[in-house]
């Protein structure tokens, strides 16, 4: 999962997403920069280079922090605006930006890159303007998200290397309680309007926020997790003194707010139902999720159909993989019984989990150089920044998944980073660590982020697409190419190493137990599209969602847990993955049925990812007319 649900509340855009009609055509690899030209006399090509512009400058406005890690200059100093003014100001200039772009008619100076754009560009703005009617800004925390939660993980997503760095952070440390003050008043917007997330969903932001809001940061300002950039500083140096002064003064007491606000009115308020649809904004406001993070018009109800059928295709190839164990039983039970005492076995033997923090992240760290070793036979072009594995912060590991990727910018000098859990180790198996290492780092998130990152002669607005079907769509992708790597001596599970290495014909999953736990993300993944849908369509209950998850999967029951109420939280994004996933490898058998011998695996990946982050029509065309050109009649 990339963490970017931020962005939702505070970019003039929502999370992007689409339907699946194209308004200006299609992509090609050509873009030509801009030369200034009065406004008078500009074509509207030039002006459709002004509204990229004005975009990609308001997004980065809107989310400064995001715009420091990418290396844009200005920014450096703010926080997001969450005032109702700020909002408000962003909603009119995106509806004015979208009528401006309407008006425009594709010439022939148009390539079919910049046609590309357009549609791009007019997606995000429809969708920010469709959305804007559910007030997103109500929802501006959860246990995931919000003030609580990444404010205090800036020391370490910020470049902060010299002392301007630090002044700049300093900046947004003063800047911090008047956000803080600001989400309080768009709570209070939220409670009036009684539009309010369900308990479960912020069952855990009270204790992340009086942690913050402790009496011992007011006495100890220095042991705040806010003070970690001015460490190396002496003590009686000016610049710590302040910092000292801003936190116990300012910061703490803004947090103390937010606390007192959400233990006497917010949490009190807060639905005891579940699902989107049950929310002040109903069924729509469900749809726009699907059609927000799906880019198409699928219904809840073949949503729900889709997931039953992948979960029985899927349970089938599990009782294939688990007759390959050395599971005692496996002779003697069948059928469902065979599948219960197999994952009680999974979530509770010793030998399946790590026992030190070090021992987990040293492990993930060990399959991601094997990993890196076997990419150039699958990719011709590779991203330029690094990415390193890092221990999710305490502050945030209850509520938080098992992992998660934060972007980094080649531009901004800033790493992608692959956060690993090691909040209850017993819940974190070693058999789903290769699954998710190729999910969060390379090649999945870190690979198609920081080359969408690195895209050359395109608007820079082109890099930062964000649409939830092709990112988790390729993520999980990626792990099932796993498969077909061949560094797979070096079983997760050590004892009976021999036997389990011999014959490899299952890639990086040698081991069946690796091979059950990509199997199982596969199933979680599967599972997601009818647990989402009957949440927030059906009118399940969390039991009910819970039930299914440990029945059809091996995963935790802490995660399944935390898992179950982040779809809560989040309607619909979760869905996202596996029709994302079933896209891209239907395109990919497409292709390979097609071309046969001149399939190029490399050449296909690389065209796919090429273009940063698409809608799924808009993908399916891009590969269609690739399929064409590599097929000459």
Known sequence: MIARKLRSFFAVSLTLGAGS????????????????????????????????????????????????????????????????????????????????????????????DDRLSAD?????????????????????????????????????????????????????????????????????EAVAAKRVPPRTAVAFVLSQTKNLASKKFIDAPEESPFFRPFATLEADDPTAQ???????????????????????????????????????????????????????NLTPDEIHALGISEVARIRTEMFEVIARTDFPQKETLKGDE???????????????????????????????????????RFFAVLPRNPYGVR??????????????????????????TFMANTFALNQ????????????????????????????????PFRRQTDFTVFIEGWALYAERLGLEMSASRYPTIPDDTNARTRDNTRGLFADPYDDFGRLNYEMWRAARLVVDTGLHAKNWTRQQAIDYMIENTALSPLNIEREVDRYIAWPGQACAYKIGELAIRKLRDQAQQTLGQRFDLRAFHDHLLGAGALPLSTLEARMKRWIDAQNPR
């Open 391 to 416: 221990e999710t912060p305490r502050t945030a590991a209850e509520a938080a998944p098992t992992a998660y990727y934060y972007r980094g910018s080649l531009k901004g000098g800033t790493s992608g």
């Open 120 to 188: 791009l560009l007019a997606l995000e703005l429809t969708m920010a303007i469709e959305g804007a009617k559910f007030f997103p800004e109500h929802y501006v925390l959860d246990d995931r998200s919000g003030p609580q939660i990444w404010l205090p993980e800036l020391p370490d997503r910020l470049p902060i290397r010299s002392f301007q760095d630090q002044l700049k952070y300093m900046s947004r440390l003063e800047a911090a309680p008047k956000l803080i003050d600001d989400a309080v008043a768009l709570l209070k």
């Open 21 to 112: 009609t194209a308004l200006f055509h299609a992509p090609s690899p050509v873009y030509a920069q801009l030369v200034s030209t009065p406004p008078a006399e500009r074509s509207s090509r030039a002006t459709l280079m002004a509204l990229l512009d004005e975009q990609y400058h308001a997004n980065l406005k809107a989310n400064p922090i995001e715009a420091t890690i990418l290396g844009e200059q200005g920014y450096d100093s703010k926080l997001p605006d969450l005032s109702r003014a700020g909002i408000d100001a962003r909603r009119a200039a995106s509806v004015l930006r979208l009528t401006r772009l309407k008006e425009l008619k594709p010439d022939a100076g148009w390539s079919e």
């Open 428 to 459: 974190r198996p070693k058999y789903e660590m290769i699954a998710l290492t190729l999910h969060e780092a390379m090649p999945g998130h870190h690979l198609q982020i920081a080359l969408a990152d690195e895209l050359q002669n395109v608007h």
């Open 338 to 376: 065979l599948f219960r005492a197999f994952v009680a076995d999974l979530r509770t033997n010793p030998k399946f989990y790590h026992t030190t923090p070090r021992d987990l992240l040293a492990g993930y760290r060990d399959i991601a150089k094997r990993i890196d070793a076997e990419l150039p």
């Open 242 to 296: 302040n910092a000292k002064s801003v936190i116990a003064e300012q910061l703490v007491p803004a947090f103390g707010r937010l606390a007192a606000y959400l233990e006497s009115t917010y949490l009190p308020a807060c639905r005891e139902t579940f699902a989107a649809s049950s929310s002040i904004d109903g069924p729509a406001y469900y749809a726009h999720q699907l059609k927000l993070h799906t880019t198409t």
